[in-house]
T-cell receptor
Framework: GAVVSQHPSWVICKSGTSVKIECRSL??????MFWYRQFPKQSLMLMAT?????????EQGVEKDKFLINHASLTLSTLTVTSAHPEDSSFYIC????????????FGQGTRLTVV | GQNIDQPTEMTATEGAIVQINCTYQ??????LFWYQQHAGEAPTFLSY??LDGLEEKGRFSSFLSRSKGYSYLLLKELQMKDSASYLC??????????WGAGTKLIIKP
């Protein structure tokens, strides 16, 4: 299947700083990328959907000014957690589809963010 | 509202068979997915059903009944490495994935 690479795998940052997470589709063009957040023992929570070249669509309750998403190319989307706080500590996962109507979504490896 | 229900946790014995059920109520239906997720890792794709019936893939099989809003994942010849969470997800009429909370499967020797 297609490969989605997410970087970094884990990151520890100080409270108040910003962290950028990259999501790359390595062997296909991803017109649509999704960013999820997952707390321990809970399911994936969709944060936002991003389409290449346009603004991301955020789910209700997700602060767009705090979680900045950029989908500048067909192979790269980034999530920046700005002014991170300990409650932002979580597992962040991206996934990509080649088209909005495609069925299978390919997942990145996930990023474990710890804010201290 | 949209809802996906699956058991929180199940326990089975190595070498045995286990069935994980999933019921759903969504606005529209464009297929149901099963994913496996080991702790601390991203989900990996197991199966996709859009028509009624059973899809078999090696030790794993997935069944769908659209009229009942029901699916199950059947795992045969269980191995210790099958210990993981199994996520049921339904693609709704907007082609968005609606995720269940996952079923943690514990395999005992």
């Amino acid at each position: 299947g297609a490969v989605v690479s997410q970087h970094p795998s884990w990151v520890i940052c100080k409270s108040g700083t910003s962290v950028k997470i990259e999501c790359r589709s390595l062997d296909f063009q991803a017109t649509t990328m999704f960013w999820y957040r997952q707390f321990p023992k809970q399911s994936l929570m969709l944060m936002a959907t991003s389409n290449e070249g346009s603004k991301a669509t955020y789910e209700q309750g997700v602060e767009k000014d705090k979680f900045l998403i950029n989908h500048a190319s067909l192979t790269l989307s980034t999530l920046t957690v700005t002014s991170a706080h300990p409650e932002d500590s979580s597992f962040y996962i991206c996934s990509a589809r080649t088209g909005a109507l495609d069925t299978e979504a390919f997942f990145g490896q996930g990023t474990r963010l710890t804010v201290v | 509202g949209q809802n996906i229900d699956q058991p929180t946790e199940m326990t089975a014995t190595e070498g045995a068979i286990v069935q994980i059920n999933c019921t759903y109520q969504t606005s529209g239906f464009n297929g149901l997915f099963w994913y496996q997720q080991h702790a601390g890792e991203a989900p990996t794709f197991l199966s996709y059903n859009v028509l009624d019936g059973l899809e078999e893939k090696g030790r794993f099989s997935s069944f769908l009944s659209r009229s009942k809003g029901y699916s199950y994942l059947l795992l045969k010849e269980l191995q210790m490495k099958d210990s993981a969470s199994y996520l049921c997800a339904v693609m709704d009429s907007n082609y968005q994935l609606i995720w269940g909370a996952g079923t943690k499967l514990i395999i005992k020797p």
